[in-house]
């Protein structure tokens, strides 16, 4: 099992394995996550979306 990730990068050199940005680079870091002002944070889930007000409309 990969490490987990920490909440919040400590920018210090050299980058530390549990680092979210170094994980995000590595292509580790878990599924759901992103980092965002070098803080790891959830991805929305994006599976049902409402349409545009413009495709409902009908032309006359």
Same mark, same amino acid.
């Given at each position: ?7 919040? #990068? #400590?920018?210090?050199? %050299?980058?530390?394995?549990? #680092? %979210? $940005? ?7 870091? %878990? ?8 803080? $790891?944070?959830?991805?929305? +889930?994006?599976?049902?979306? +409402?349409? +545009?007000?413009?495709?409902t409309k009908i032309a006359a």
């Open positions: 099992m990969p490490p987990k990730p920490k909440k919040k #990068c #400590c920018s210090d050199k %050299p980058a530390c394995k549990r #680092c %979210p $940005l170094r994980m995000m680079r590595e292509g580790t870091l %878990p599924e759901g996550y992103t980092v965002k002002k070098r803080k $790891l944070v959830k991805v929305k +889930s994006s599976a049902k979306k +409402s349409g +545009s007000k413009t495709s």
